[in-house]
């Protein structure tokens, strides 16, 4: 094993078609025009030396280590900075060159610490190799350095020395080491967007600085890690490599975090992982990363991991530790019992978007093949089945319409409901490189989000409706398109069913829609409404991106569709640059929905009362499948109540913190007879566990995911899982204790048969994906490289489907107990219910959750910033702090829900959407006041959770 190389080829490749040829050291070389002689060259396999250039920023010119001779020019250009035209002749070595790249070398050394043998980037220095390069033997100026080098100077303190700032959690920035080559301001300006570093100071007094002079850990870093990366010497530096040293081998792998599904170099010593660097090959993130994916792992190696499996009668007991076989077999007994006392569909059980797909999909086969029964059910359900839903009435197919490269070719961009800076900060960045470079953006949110003002991005339209307003703003924009004439008649002709466009024009054209009828109750200035819809049907390649903003509503399937209706109506799908793109919140998302995790849906999206469908499986499962629908999460815990539901089966999920109203949860789970969670901490719904089987992380197991552009990507073990199986072995020898005959000896036998029955996955394999990287599901015998855009020649239903969109209030009032609505949603360090990220330094930009509340909303209840809040629902109440601010409107509060201590979701309600039973997390009747401490509830919670995190023999299990 070895590190996985990547070749930096000192300045980005170029786009253009037309090709140029000209010769370098004798090598005739054909490249794209607009290509750098420096790329040329490192393409022919000439390496010209440098140290300002990097290919994942545009050429700079700074360092002056790159410089060529050109026959026919005078001077010495920089490689970087010059083009590749017809005919040049070039040379990279000369006499000349040599002497003046060792005379530049000389002035870097004389002012650089010269502690190689201890430094942390000793065997991975661009400026150690560079000194090789050019032949570097002696320095004429000496090496003492006055600038920065040493703290003191002949005992007289050194003014312009600077100590090493460590505030930042993750990683180093040493000013002494730094040679001012921009890398790092470059990476943070062009990669990230985020504008937080800068170039202090003059010549020799030049050096690095996050803000105004600030430390790292204060300033406005998001801590993406591209500046860590970018950096050629030890002046940014993971903390990890100054304790763990080097790297000897590395492993590419994706992400477990959020669905943009970053492809990462696990970078290893041994089985320990020293840092997680993204990879250039990656096509989701074409080598840039965020807080999470680059350096929040540490969970995985965590105190409060539980390793061993554990048992107990009551959840009142302690834990008892026992043997796997001890486990399995009791939990075969238990739900064996349950089922002869209460019937077959009295046990069910909950698959996971954080699993891999074949895990996933082993979940739903124990369910239906081991079970008897259709009682699955998953995440996905409370954040996107709207998505699943909507589209495919629309489309034809579940999912986004687009890969995230196509965002490079948008011209007009809707954000509604989504917060992708926080949520999903890898395609964030790309999207504001896009808009930089001239594209337009409406952002469609109740809060003024990081988008829609933040360094060198504005946009055009903010619309601040009033949450639970979705369907009327959308039908809205679509009102103006249709009245005015601006919808693309020949599209639809072509791809679409005219005459039920014809009745969707109708309907929406009636006055009622127009954005001054909806003003009202949407809150909605309709210039401002109108301005953006004329924007979006007139300026070009229109995309629409969405989060669980728009689908965790109770018009949540209704307000896809509108947007589908939308992209349909103004030509925007089935080329780049435009499209449908739900943004996933998990890791497999995607893949748990793929998977058939729906009670009413096979692998595939095919609906369980197809006989056609069954007989796939059930021929090669040897089992008779039942044709009816079984029960979702709500209607589990429903029938829990009831009595009914007595066994339920969770794999790496916390519906007791993620799902909403928890006292219904609670009771629902508090009800059942055998709770089995399999996680990797002893998370809040374990809590009301009777047997806990310990999960294992990404790390440790080999796998696929699917990200939120239907991207197949591999998952690859870099070390031995420490509970001893990875999640898809402990399915398998569950099922076997329950009598099935299964017998995989890796996943990809699982995927293999995934292929078999999945008519989106037929060409799918683990050998496939080694050779192509990754590929876009549908990927069959019709689409053998994948599908990176849908629906290009006409879409999968055939004729494109325009459905009316009837704006419906929700039942979910305001009123003077509770005045104010609550939307919830996330933070960038943050990832879903905070188990994993909270066991990690990420802590320390976001230790609590906290209340956003508008000044005049505060000020009219006695609140300042800071300040312990009561927030009441018809639901129930917790406590928390209040964050003042005017990114929310008047009447409208906001909160995050990682943190378990909160529990947001005691707040929320069981309103959900009326076809897919989605949660409504975005819209809850609330009141605020001032409080002296904890409500009720979380006294009574905080109790509960201590008692149920007892092991026998042991102290207390930290949750």
């Known amino acids: 094993m ?135 033997r002696d320095v004429r100026y000496g090496y003492e350095g006055d600038n920065h080098v040493k703290a003191r100077n002949s005992g007289e303190i050194n003014a312009k020395w600077m100590p090493k700032d460590e505030s930042n959690p993750y990683f180093t920035y040493d000013p002494s080491k730094c040679i001012v080559c921009s890398r790092c301001v470059r990476a943070c300006e062009e990669v990230q967007g985020t504008f937080a570093l800068t170039i202090e100071g003059r010549g020799f007094g030049s050096r690095v600085s996050p803000g105004m002079h600030e430390h790292f850990v204060d300033s406005e870093c998001v801590s993406c890690g591209a500046c860590v990366q970018a950096c050629p010497t030890a002046t940014l530096t993971e903390k990890s490599v100054i304790e763990i040293g080097q790297p000897e081998h590395s492993v590419v792998t994706t992400c477990a975090y959020c669905g943009v599904g970053c492809s990462f170099k696990a970078e290893m010593r041994g089985e320990e992982l020293v840092r997680m660097v993204p990879w250039k ?111 495919g009435q629309t489309f034809g197919t579940s999912a986004g319409t687009q890969n995230f490269d196509s965002v490079e070719h948008t011209d007009v961009v ?24 001239g594209a337009k953006l409406i952002v469609i949110d109740p809060r003024r989000t990081e988008l829609v003002s933040s360094p060198h991005i504005k946009a055009s339209y903010h619309l601040p409706l009033k949450p639970g307003t979705n369907v009327a703003i959308v039908t809205a924009l679509a009102h103006v398109i249709v009245t005015e004439g601006l919808y693309d008649e020949r599209f639809i002709r072509e791809r679409c069913d005219w005459s039920e466009f014809e ?34 049907a007139t300026g070009g390649n229109g995309s629409i991106y969405y989060g669980l903003g728009v689908t965790e509503h109770s018009q949540g399937s209704t307000t896809v569709i509108a947007i589908a209706n939308l992209a349909m109506a103004t030509g925007n799908i089935g080329r780049e640059g435009v499209g449908v793109n739900p943004l996933r919140g998990q890791n497999n998302v995607q893949g748990s929905c ?55 089966y969770i794999q790496g999920e916390d519906i007791l913190q993620s799902d909403p109203d928890t006292k219904h949860v609670s009771a629902g789970l508090a009800a059942m007879e055998c709770v089995v969670v399999q996680d990797l901490f002893l998370n809040e719904t374990a809590n ?43 399915t398998q020898n569950l099922a076997q204790a329950m009598g099935l005959n299964w017998n995989y ?49 006409g879409f999968v239903r055939g004729k494109g489907k325009f459905i009316r969109t009837e704006y419906v209030a929700t039942d979910e009032k305001t009123g003077p107990r509770f005045p104010l609505l609550l939307t919830t949603g996330r933070v960038l360090s943050q990832y879903n219910v905070g188990a994993q990220t909270r066991r990690t330094e990420n802590v320390v930009w976001h230790e609590e959750d906290r209340l956003e509340i508008h000044p005049h909303d505060a000020e009219n209840r006695g609140i300042r910033d800071g300040d312990w809040v009561r927030l009441a629902s018809r639901a129930g109440e917790t406590t928390l702090r209040a964050l003042v601010t005017d990114r929310m409107a008047t009447g409208v509060v906001y909160t995050t829900f990682h943190h378990p201590t909160t529990q947001a979701n005691v707040i929320t309600t069981d309103f959900s959407d009326w076809a897919t039973n989605c949660p409504e997390y975005k819209v809850t009747a609330v009141q605020i006041s001032p409080s002296n401490g904890p409500s009720d509830w979380q006294i009574e919670y905080d109790e509960l959770a201590r008692r149920s995190r007892r092991i026998a023999g042991k102290l207390e299990a930290a949750e």
């Open 688 to 730: 009301y566990a009777h047997v806990f089987l310990p999960g294992s992380t990404f790390l440790e197991k080999d796998g696929t995911f699917t990200n939120a552009e239907r991207r197949i990507n591999r998952v690859r073990r870099v070390m031995t899982p420490k509970n001893g199986y990875a999640d898809w072995e402990v």
């Open 281 to 391: 090959d990656g096509q989701a993130n074409r080598g840039h990363s965020c807080v999470k994916g680059r350096f929040a792992y540490g969970y995985s190696t965590h105190k409060d991991r539980i390793l061993n499996p554990m048992i107990r009668e009551k959840i009142s007991d302690p834990w008892r530790e026992v043997t796997w076989d001890e486990a399995y077999a009791h939990v075969a007994a238990e739900f064996r019992r349950i089922q002869y006392q209460y019937g077959r569909d009295s046990i069910g059980g909950i698959t996971s978007s954080r699993c891999t797909n074949e895990e996933t999909y082993l979940v739903q086969k124990l369910i239906r093949a081991g079970f008897g029964n259709n009682n699955v059910d998953t995440c996905a359900r409370v954040c996107h089945s709207p998505t699943g839903y909507g589209l």
């Open 594 to 648: 793929d998977m058939g995790s729906f009670p009413h849906e096979l692998p595939g999206y095919r609906h369980i009362s197809d006989d056609a469908t069954r007989e796939i499986f059930e021929k090669l499962w040897g089992v008779k499948l039942n044709n009816e629908p079984g029960l979702r999460i709500p209607n589990m815990l429903d029938a829990a109540v009831e009595g009914t539901f007595k066994g339920l």
């Open 745 to 793: 000896r890796h996943p990809s036998e699982i995927m293999d048969e995934i292929a078999a029955t999945t008519p989106s996955f037929a060409l799918v394999s683990y050998d496939y994906l080694e050779k192509m990287g990754s590929v876009q599901w549908p990927c069959n015998e019709k689409s053998p490289q994948g599908s990176p855009i849908m629906h290009i020649n």
């Open 503 to 536: 009745d969707w024009a109708a309907f929406v054209a009636e006055p009622r829609h127009s954005p001054e009828a909806i003003e009202q109750f949407t809150g909605v200035d309709p210039e401002t409404l109108r301005g953006a819809a004329r924007l979006f």
């Open 2 to 136: 070895s590190l996985v190389p990547e070749i930096d080829y000192g300045t980005p490749a170029s786009r253009a078609e037309k090709m140029v040829t000209l010769t370098i050291d004798g090598n005739e070389i054909t490249v794209p025009e607009g290509t750098s002689i420096m790329r040329a060259s490192m393409e022919a396999g000439i390496k010209v030396p440098k140290l300002c250039a990097t290919d994942m920023v545009d050429a700079f010119g700074s360092c002056r280590l790159c410089l060529v001779e050109i026959e026919g020019r005078n001077g010495t250009p920089a490689s970087c900075t010059t083009p590749v035209a017809p005919g040049l002749v070039v040379h990279t070595q000369t006499g000349r060159l040599k002497d003046i790249r060792k005379g530049v070398m000389e002035l870097y050394i004389s002012d650089h610490p010269l502690d190689c043998l201890t430094c942390a980037a000793n065997g991975d220095c661009e400026l150690q190799d560079m000194a090789g390069a050019v032949g570097l």
């Open 414 to 437: 809707i954000v509604i409901g989504a917060n992708p800076t926080d949520g999903h900060p890898v395609f964030a960045s790309r999207l504001k490189k896009r808009l930089r470079q």
